[in-house]
C-alpha cells in the first residue's frame, strides 16, 4: 500500500523431524490463464505474450510480456533471497527459464528444527504508468532499491494506519458484525485505494478478486461512492474523471442509437464501449439466450447521481466547473432525447429499456425488447434533468457560457428539459407504484410451489427458461426496482419530486409499493439485501435486521451457493458498510448541510464512525438516546449539522449532541424532536477504542 509497485512473500520452512535435502522452485509465470470461472472456460482465457525472459543478477529474474488484445506491457522482477539467523543461507541455484516462466530452482541442506525464511520481492510496471521510461528497465531499476521483506511489510502497515484512521469503524455490541464490516472495507481498499487516483481505473462490479464479469465496469459504484465520499473524496473524483474520460464514447453511442447527449453502457469496456454479452448462457438448460441488458440506460442515472452527490459532501467546485457540470448535461440530453410526448396522456414517456429488475426485457408475446415506462428510470430521469439545470445555475457565469457554447445548448433545448422534468409519466397500479407500465397484467407467480421444487429460486429467470417458461410472464423481480428509489431519495425528496411531477406522493404509498415488491422479488442479487434492509430500516426494524445480516453474510458464507470462488460482491461489501453509515444513522448531505435522522437499533450499541464533510475530519457517535457530532481542530470555516430540525454551527474542534426521542416499534421515524440540541462545546474527538 505504500509503493504500489511492490510485491513481497515470505515463507518460513521448519524441518520438525528430518534433516536432509529442500528443493524450492521460485518463478514468475507467464503462462497463467483466466479459467476460474466454470461457464467462461469454453470462452478464450489466454490474455497474455511472451515478450522476453532474462536473468538481472544471481537472485533476479525478469519477465515481460505483452496483452494480446489490447497491447499493453506487463514486466515483473523478482529477487528471491534465503535467510538462516538473519544471515543469507548457502544454496546452490540453478535457472529455471522455460516459455513465459522464468526464476531459480534452490537447493540446500536443512537440519532438524532449524528454520529457513525464504523472501520473495518482486516489481511491478505496466505501459499504463505514468513517470517511467518502459516497464521493463523500470521493473530492474527498481528492484535492488528495494530492502527486505521486513522494511516493505513496515511501510505497508504504516500505510494501511493511516487508511483506517480515515475508516475508523467501531462498535460497543456485535463483534461478529463488526469483523465482516473491517473485512468489507479491507476488500473495498484493496481494490480502489489511494494508489488509484493517479491511474485511469473504473471500479470493477467483482473487484480485483477474480474474473467474474470479466472486469467491466456496471453501475455499482452507486453502492461503492458514498463511502468513499465521506473519507476519500479525491479518490472518488479520480473515479468519476475514469467516467469523464469515456464521455466522447458515451455520446457516440447515442448517436449511433439515434439519441443526443450521452449513453453510458451497461458494461463498460476499457475504451467504455458497450461489452454486455449478446448471447447469455443459462446454466440450468445449458442453453445460450439473448441477452438484453444493454438495455439497462439507467447507468447514466448512477453515473449523474455520483457526480452530484460527490459536490454535495465537497463543494468541489473546481470539479463541478470543468467536469461534473459537462457530464450532467450530456446525461440529461439523453433522457431528454429519448422521451418522447404522448399525446393521449400529455405526458413524456420512454419506451424500450430495462430497470434495475434485470428480469424484465420486454413484455410476453411482443418481440421487441424492453419495457415502457420504468418507474425507477422515468422519476430518476426528472432528477437528473433538475440536478443538470441546478449545476448549471452553479458554476460562475463566463464558464456557463463557454460549456453552452461548447455542448451547442441554447435555452430553447433548456426550457423543453424543464418541461419533460414535471411530465414524465409514472404508472400506478392497485395503491402501489407499478414498476413499469403494464407489470398489473402479468401473471402472479406459485412462489411456493417454486421454492418446493427448487429451493433456492434467486435466479428464477434460468429455472423458468429451463422450463421452456419466461419470467417477462410474472410479476416478479430479481432484486428491488421500483425501491430504489426509496434507497436513493429520502421520503422528503420523493414527495417533492413527485409534486413536481404533479403526483400525490401519499404516507401509506411508500409502505404498501415496498410490501408489494418484497413479496415477489426472488433477492437473485446480492445488492437486493442492502437495498431491502434499507428501505425497511425505518418501518419494520428486526426484518431490515435480517437483511443486514444477510448483506454482511453474502460473500462470507456465500448466500448464492457459488458465485463468491468467482470473486467477491464489491458494491454488496460497500453497501453493507453504508447502511451503517448512513441509513441507521439518517445520514444525509444535501442543501449545505450535514444532515441526522437516527433510527439506531438498541441491540447494536454504540456506533461510532469516522467521515470527512466540507475537509472536516468529524467522528460520530450513534446510540438510542443521543447522536454526537466531533469534529477534529483545524482552520476550516464552520459547517451546519441538523438533526430532526434542530440546525447548529459545528466549528473546528467543536462537538455537539443531539437527544434523540426513541420511536415505539410500531411507528415509522420521527420526523422531528421537540427538545434542542446540547450547545456545541470545545473539544478533541475521542474513540471507543484504538483503532
Avoid at 224 to 243: A, K, Q, W
Avoid at 536 to 553: D, K, N, P, W, Y
Avoid at 647 to 656: I, K, M, Q, T
Wanted: contains cysteine; proline residues 5%; aromatic residues 8%.
Amino acid at each position: 500500500m505504500d509503493f504500489e509497485h511492490a510485491c513481497a512473500l515470505e515463507v518460513t520452512y521448519v524441518p520438525e523431524d528430518w534433516s536432509g535435502r529442500l528443493e524450492i522452485e521460485s518463478v514468475l509465470d507467464g503462462t497463467v490463464e483466466n479459467t476460474l470461472v466454470e461457464r467462461y472456460r469454453e470462452l478464450a482465457g489466454d490474455h497474455l505474450d511472451l515478450l522476453r525472459t532474462a536473468a538481472l543478477a544471481p537472485d533476479s529474474v525478469l519477465l515481460e510480456m505483452v496483452t494480446n488484445q489490447s497491447a499493453i506491457r506487463v514486466a515483473m522482477a523478482a529477487r528471491t533471497t534465503l535467510w538462516h539467523d538473519g544471515e543469507p543461507a548457502a544454496a546452490e541455484r540453478r535457472l529455471v527459464d522455460a516459455h513465459a516462466v522464468v526464476g531459480h530452482r534452490l537447493t540446500l541442506e536443512v537440519h532438524r528444527s532449524e528454520t529457513v525464511t525464504l523472501e520473495k520481492v518482486v516489481t511491478l510496471f505496466t505501459g499504463r504508468d505514468r513517470a517511467i521510461a518502459e516497464p521493463a528497465s523500470e521493473a530492474a531499476r527498481w528492484l535492488p532499491r528495494l530492502g527486505r521483506v521486513d522494511d516493505l511489510v513496515e511501510r505497508h502497515v504504516r500505510a494501511w494506519g493511516h487508511l483506517w484512521e480515515r475508516f475508523h469503524v467501531d462498535m460497543e455490541r456485535e463483534s461478529h458484525m463488526l469483523r465482516i464490516l473491517r473485512l468489507d472495507l479491507l476488500h473495498l481498499l484493496q481494490s480502489v485505494s489511494p494508489n488509484s487516483v493517479d491511474l485511469d481505473v473504473g471500479v470493477p462490479a467483482r473487484g480485483l478478486h477474480g474474473e467474474a464479469y470479466r472486469g467491466h465496469i456496471l453501475w455499482d459504484e452507486l453502492f461503492i461512492f458514498p463511502v468513499l465520499n465521506l473519507r476519500l473524496p479525491l479518490l472518488t473524483r479520480s473515479l468519476i474523471r475514469y467516467r469523464y474520460r469515456r464521455l466522447p464514447e458515451a455520446r457516440a453511442a447515442a448517436r449511433e442509437a439515434g439519441y443526443a447527449g450521452a449513453m453510458f453502457p451497461w458494461q463498460s469496456g476499457s475504451n467504455g464501449e458497450e461489452e454486455s454479452q449478446r448471447l447469455h448462457l443459462n446454466p440450468a438448460s445449458r442453453r445460450w439466450i439473448p441477452d438484453p441488458t444493454r438495455r439497462q440506460r439507467h447507468v447514466g442515472i448512477a453515473i449523474a447521481y455520483n457526480v452530484w452527490h460527490y459536490y454535495q459532501v465537497t463543494a468541489d467546485q473546481e470539479f463541478l466547473v470543468n467536469y461534473g457540470a459537462e457530464m450532467l448535461l450530456e446525461i440529461a440530453r439523453f433522457w431528454a432525447s429519448i422521451a418522447c410526448y404522448d399525446h393521449t396522456r400529455g405526458r413524456y414517456v420512454i419506451r424500450g429499456v430495462m430497470g434495475p429488475d434485470e428480469f424484465h426485457s420486454g413484455y410476453p408475446g411482443r418481440d421487441q425488447e424492453g419495457i415502457d415506462n420504468n418507474a425507477y428510470t422515468n422519476v430518476m430521469a426528472s432528477w437528473v434533468l433538475q440536478r443538470a439545470m441546478e449545476a448549471l445555475d452553479l458554476i460562475p457565469a463566463q464558464k456557463r457560457h463557454e460549456l453552452l457554447g461548447k455542448m451547442n445548448l441554447h435555452p430553447k433545448e433548456l426550457g423543453r428539459w424543464a418541461n419533460i422534468a414535471h411530465k414524465l409519466f409514472v404508472p400506478f397500479h392497485d395503491g402501489v407504484i407499478s414498476q413499469f407500465e403494464g407489470y398489473e397484467d402479468l401473471e402472479e407467480l406459485d412462489w411456493d410451489r417454486y421454492r418446493a421444487t427448487y429451493g433456492d429460486i434467486r435466479r428464477l429467470d434460468r429455472i423458468l427458461e429451463a422450463e421452456n417458461d419466461t419470467v417477462n410472464r410474472y410479476k416478479a423481480s430479481k432484486q428491488a426496482d421500483a425501491l430504489m428509489l426509496f434507497y436513493l431519495l429520502s421520503a422528503d425528496e420523493l414527495r417533492e419530486l413527485f409534486a413536481q411531477l404533479g403526483y400525490e406522493l401519499d404516507r401509506e404509498l411508500i409502505p404498501r409499493t415496498i410490501h408489494y415488491y418484497l413479496d415477489r422479488t426472488s433477492h437473485g442479487s446480492t445488492l437486493s439485501a442492502v437495498v431491502h434492509a434499507w428501505v425497511l430500516a425505518r418501518s419494520e426494524r428486526e426484518r431490515a435486521l435480517h437483511f443486514l445480516t444477510e448483506a454482511l453474510e453474502a460473500d462470507v458464507a456465500d448466500i448464492q451457493g457459488g458465485t463468491t470462488p468467482e470473486a467477491i460482491h464489491l458494491a454488496a461489501m460497500a453497501g453493507s458498510v453504508d447502511l451503517f453509515q448512513r441509513c441507521f444513522s439518517g445520514l444525509e448531505t444535501r442543501q449545505d448541510q450535514l444532515l441526522l435522522n437516527p433510527y439506531w437499533p438498541e441491540s447494536l450499541g454504540v456506533m461510532e464512525f469516522s467521515i470527512r464533510y466540507r475537509e472536516h475530519p468529524l467522528t460520530l457517535r450513534i446510540h438510542g438516546d443521543s447522536a454526537e457530532v466531533l469534529a477534529s481542530p483545524g482552520m476550516q470555516r464552520p459547517i451546519e449539522v441538523a438533526c430532526r430540525g434542530e440546525v447548529v454551527e459545528l466549528e473546528p474542534g467543536a462537538r455537539v449532541s443531539f437527544p434523540l426521542l426513541v420511536p415505539r416499534a410500531d411507528q415509522q421515524a420521527v420526523s422531528g424532536d421537540p427538545r434542542p440540541a446540547r450547545p456545541t462545546v470545545p473539544g478533541p474527538p475521542g474513540r471507543l477504542a484504538p483503532p
